[in-house]
């Protein structure tokens, strides 16, 4: 295979001894903080993924040396890079999936919140290139805290006029890899035969494990549910505390990306019974945004699932997920607002 590598600033040059190729089917799709730790990780993963056809890697530095190591890898997908905001557009148009992993992450002693100052304006001004430039790309919001960008960026496309809920979606994917993983070493299982649905947010309290409703039916003690909940809402910290200062989880977090993005991506294509934990558009609780269980379509996350039964302990964390969602939520919108 040809593989098209422009040098970073011409950003659809075809190498000049490559062969002009059909151009393999597949969609097109577009990193936005390529070079970070997730970034990275991530775009090697969409690199290798078959449903890909143009793969363009965007940051604010080093996409150049990103981009020619990715695009030697012998897989379907053409490489292209961009680097710096005078770039942005040309990274962004065309494309049919926009994953966003730009941004500060934690470090220990630091809360999600505590990322809102910086990450907040990165979130909008790469919301608004997406605007002007793929209005109808699925967006994939990584950043943190996610409980507040996604709110941002929605108030973003509203402002341009070309919102639709149903294509901005907030990435939990980490929390139910987590949990699919912790619950399995407590059961003893397989964790790829576990689906743990985890709803609310994306941060601390909020990020609430459903185990009542684990797949296959498990039942655990009380002291299980609180030893793994409690690791399920704190395991970005753990990862925080253990990489002590250099940064918060980067190849899980590639890996949850890379698994949420297929799933867009085969919604996309069209496939039926794609159905994902993510932080959208929701009417499920009072609050605007919620993450539950969503159906992935053509349309981006066209059907969004209810939270089914709760137990008395889900009950109350649902209470209290919701007092410091309502807080995020507000705190994004405001951001853009006022
Ligand atoms: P990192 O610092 O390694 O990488 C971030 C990248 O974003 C850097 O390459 C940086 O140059 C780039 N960047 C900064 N400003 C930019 C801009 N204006 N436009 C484009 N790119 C820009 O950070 P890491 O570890 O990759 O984390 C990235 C974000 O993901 C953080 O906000 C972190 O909190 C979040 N995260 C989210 C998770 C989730 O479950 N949703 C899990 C883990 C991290």
């Given at each position: 295979?040809?593989?098209?590598?422009?040098?970073?600033?011409?950003?659809?040059?075809?190498?000049?001894?490559?062969?002009?190729?059909?151009?393999?089917?597949?969609?097109?799709?577009?990193?936005?903080?390529?070079?970070?730790?997730?970034?990275?990780?991530?775009?090697?993963?969409?690199?290798?993924?078959?449903?890909?056809?143009?793969?363009?890697?965007?940051?604010?530095?080093?996409?150049?040396?990103?981009?020619?190591?990715?695009?030697?890898?012998?897989?379907?997908?053409?490489?292209?890079?961009?680097?710096?905001?005078?770039?942005?557009?040309?990274?962004?148009?065309?494309?049919?999936?926009?994953?966003?992993?730009?941004?500060?992450?934690?470090?220990?002693?630091?809360?999600?919140?505590?990322?809102?100052?910086?990450?907040?304006?990165?979130?909008?001004?790469?919301?608004?290139?997406?605007?002007?430039?793929?209005?109808?790309?699925?967006?994939?919001?990584?950043?943190?805290?996610?409980n507040s960008t996604v709110p941002i960026a929605a108030e973003v496309f509203k402002k341009?006029?070309?919102?639709?809920?149903?294509?901005?979606?907030?990435?939990?994917?980490?929390?139910?890899?987590?949990?699919?993983?912790?619950?399995?070493?407590?059961?003893?299982?397989?964790?790829?035969?576990?689906?743990?649905?985890?709803?609310?947010?994306?941060?601390?309290?909020?990020?609430?494990?459903?185990?009542?409703?684990?797949?296959?039916?498990?039942?655990?003690?009380?002291?299980?549910?609180?030893?793994?909940?409690?690791?399920?809402?704190?395991?970005?910290?753990?990862?925080?505390?253990?990489?002590?200062?250099?940064?918060?989880?980067?190849?899980?977090?590639?890996?949850?990306?890379?698994?949420?993005?297929?799933?867009?991506?085969?919604?996309?294509?069209?496939?039926?019974?794609?159905?994902?934990?993510?932080?959208?558009?929701?009417?499920?609780?009072?609050?605007?945004?919620?993450?539950?269980?969503?159906?992935?379509?053509?349309?981006?996350?066209?059907?969004?699932?209810?939270?089914?039964?709760?137990?008395?302990?889900?009950?109350?964390?649902?209470?209290?997920?919701?007092?410091?969602?309502?807080?995020?939520?507000?705190?994004?919108?405001?951001?853009?607002?006022?």
């Open positions: 295979l040809c593989t098209e590598f422009p040098r970073v600033g011409e950003s659809s040059l075809t190498q000049s001894n490559c062969r002009a190729k059909g151009g393999a089917p597949g969609f097109k799709v577009a990193v936005l903080g390529a070079a970070g730790g997730i970034g990275q990780s991530l775009s090697l993963l969409m690199k290798i993924n078959p449903l890909v056809s143009v793969l363009h890697l965007y940051d604010v530095v080093n996409t150049p040396g990103v981009t020619a190591d990715i695009s030697h890898m012998d897989t379907g997908a053409v490489v292209r890079g961009f680097l710096g905001q005078a770039q942005l557009e040309h990274a962004l148009t065309g494309m049919d999936l926009v994953i966003i992993p730009a941004g500060v992450p934690r470090k220990p002693g630091m809360t999600r919140d505590d990322l809102f100052k910086i990450n907040a304006g990165i979130v909008r001004t790469l919301c608004e290139g997406i605007a002007k430039c793929c209005p109808h790309a699925i967006v994939n919001l990584i950043s943190n805290p996610v341009a006029g070309v919102y639709d809920p149903k294509r901005l979606l907030g990435v939990t994917t980490l929390d139910v890899v987590r949990a699919n993983t912790f619950v399995a070493e407590v059961l003893g299982v397989d964790p790829r035969e576990v689906n743990v649905p985890v709803v609310g947010g994306h941060a601390g309290v909020t990020i609430l494990p459903l185990l009542s409703q684990v797949k296959p039916p498990s039942s655990f003690t009380a002291e299980e549910i609180s030893y793994l909940t409690d690791r399920i809402q704190n395991g970005g910290t753990e990862v925080v505390e253990a990489k002590a200062g250099a940064g918060s989880a980067t190849l899980s977090m590639a890996y949850a990306a890379a698994k949420f993005a297929d799933a867009c991506l085969r919604g996309l294509r069209g496939d039926a019974g794609i159905v994902e934990c993510s932080f959208v558009a929701s009417q499920v609780t009072e609050l605007p945004f919620f993450a539950t269980r969503v159906r992935l379509g053509r349309g981006g996350a066209e059907e969004i699932f209810p939270l089914g039964p709760l137990n008395e302990y889900e009950r109350a964390g649902l209470e209290k997920a919701k007092k410091e969602l309502a807080g995020s939520i507000d705190k994004g919108v405001s951001f853009i607002r006022n």
